[in-house]
Each structure stands twice: as structure tokens, then as C-alpha cells.
């Protein structure tokens, strides 16, 4: 996937305007709590936001990479992003461009701030979750998959438009051990939520309700930084450290840890806790 091309349009005009410069939202930003974020609503232009839900909706069956339904991730699909429709391609392009990448710059301050080189073929951008889906609390990978380097930043942009509060599928965010749900931002269309990705960035998706015939689709971009520590500039209300950890959840009871089909979810978070320790 080519980053810096976009059909005929600028990189980022199909943005709204208001937020091609983010630097006035960065106190905003970095008072975010309980760690840094920054809600955007109406992010995509109307016109742009309408031919990309007009491509999914006319996407009955979409071809999905992967799916996911376990104690801590249930009914979730994550795409393939070679099948993922060309508006949603442009968006994805769009949010990797030299312009976004140096507007993201002057909101965290993180200078070495850079999109990944591989087109996130192993992680993918374009995610769904259906009918009593959600998604515990975790923090994701701390590393770029082919270089290592620093996961520093992520942004999440809401693409259904057909959907309504009382559906669920808000984002969560959680405090520094991921153990109490301090923020709930709630899921509207064409909302984007930008925030800082650190070891203690716990997030995850409250329950959607049953028998729900609507997709919560979102995108999903991750940005890293050439910097080993690039949090050291911030003051942060936990430790502003990084170290290198999988994608981790917390689970719930001894018995959920002792469970033969968390084996892989309870090894990820007692390796996270040692490199923690260690950091």
C-alpha cells in the first residue's frame, strides 16, 4: 500500500479542514485522562464520510483476515488490508502521509514520531465486531512488528452511520494497571479518538447487545517513533518509560489465567509484568 497517494485528492483534504493543524488541541491532548487523548468529531468531510459508508454498505461480505471470539475478545474480525474498499484505502493512506504524520508531531511533541514502512499487513487497519461483541482490557504490541521500533500513538475513526447509543461498542479507557474503566468515550459516527499508546495505555470495547444486525466498523491506524524512549519529554501519571511487550489483557479470575485456552493471553501477561519490572 503507497501511503503518499490518494486518488486525485491532497493527502489530507479529505480530513476536516479544522484539523489539519492539531498543535492549539495538544494541551487538550495531553490533559487527557487517564492517559493523553483527544476526541474528533465530524473528522472525516461530510462528502468523503459518505462515499466511504456508501462502499461498505455496498460490501455485503467483506473477505476478513482474522476473528476473534475468546473470554476477552469476542465476535471481532480484523481485515485483510488488500480487500478493505478503495475510500477506506484512501483513508488509510491519508492518516500515513508525510502531512498527517508532521500534524501528529506538533500535537504529542514526539519530533521522531513515523508511520509504519509495511502497510500493517500483519496487524491490519480496518476492524468489525458484531452482535455481543466486545473487547477487554489490554494494551497493544509496544513495537513496530518488522523494525521494533516504539508503538507510540494510535487513532481510531468510527465509520458506521447507522449506529446508536444505546448499541454499545464504546471505547474504554482504563487506568494505569488496566484494572478499573476510568473514561468512556462513546461511538459515534465519523468520531475519530487519537491517543498516546505507552506500556499503561489500557483501552478496550464495552459489550455491544445481542441480536444487533449492525457491523461496528472502525479504523484503525498505529504510528511509532525512531526514539527508544519517546515518552521522556511528558509528564505522565504513571511511569513515562517504554518497554517491549505483546498485545496484553487482563483477565479476570485465577481460574480464567488457569484456563488451558487463556494459556497465551496469561503468558503474554506475566512476560508484560517482567519487562515491566525490568524496564
Do not use: C
Not at 480496518?126 to 518488522?146: C, I, K, Q, R, T
Amino acid at each position: 500500500m503507497k501511503y503518499r497517494t490518494v486518488g486525485k485528492l491532497m493527502a489530507i483534504d479529505i480530513i476536516n479542514k479544522k484539523f489539519h493543524d492539531l498543535e492549539p488541541f495538544r494541551d487538550e491532548f495531553l490533559a487527557g485522562a487517564p492517559f493523553p487523548h483527544l476526541v474528533l468529531d465530524d473528522f472525516l468531510t461530510e462528502d468523503f464520510f459518505s462515499t466511504v459508508t456508501s462502499a461498505l454498505n455496498e460490501r455485503k461480505a467483506m473477505q476478513m483476515g482474522k476473528s476473534f471470539s475468546t473470554s476477552v475478545e469476542m465476535n471481532k474480525s480484523i481485515s485483510l488490508n488488500s480487500e478493505i474498499p478503495v475510500p477506506v484505502q484512501k483513508i488509510v493512506a491519508s492518516l500515513n502521509s508525510d502531512e498527517w504524520i508532521e500534524n501528529f508531531r506538533r500535537l504529542t511533541g514526539i519530533k521522531s514520531l513515523l508511520a509504519t514502512k509495511h502497510g500493517n499487513t500483519k496487524l491490519a487497519n480496518y476492524h468489525e465486531m458484531n452482535a455481543s461483541g466486545f473487547l477487554g482490557s489490554h494494551v497493544d504490541h509496544s513495537h513496530e512488528p518488522e523494525t521494533g521500533t516504539p508503538h507510540v500513538l494510535n487513532i481510531i475513526v468510527y465509520l458506521s452511520d447507522d449506529w446508536d447509543s444505546d448499541f454499545g461498542g464504546n471505547t474504554l479507557l482504563f487506568n494505569r494497571t488496566g484494572s478499573r474503566m476510568e473514561k468512556r468515550v462513546e461511538y459515534k459516527s465519523n468520531r475519530a479518538l487519537a491517543f498516546l499508546h505507552t506500556p499503561y495505555s489500557f483501552h478496550g470495547v464495552d459489550r455491544i447487545v445481542d441480536g444487533l444486525e449492525v457491523k461496528r466498523r472502525n479504523l484503525y491506524i498505529d504510528y511509532y517513533a525512531s526514539d527508544e524512549q519517546p515518552f521522556t519529554h511528558m509528564q505522565l501519571p504513571f511511569p513515562n518509560n517504554w518497554f517491549k511487550h505483546r498485545t496484553t489483557f487482563r483477565l479476570g479470575s485465577l481460574k480464567e489465567h488457569l484456563a488451558p485456552k487463556n494459556l497465551h493471553y496469561t503468558k503474554a501477561l506475566m512476560q508484560y509484568h517482567i519487562n515491566r519490572l525490568m524496564s
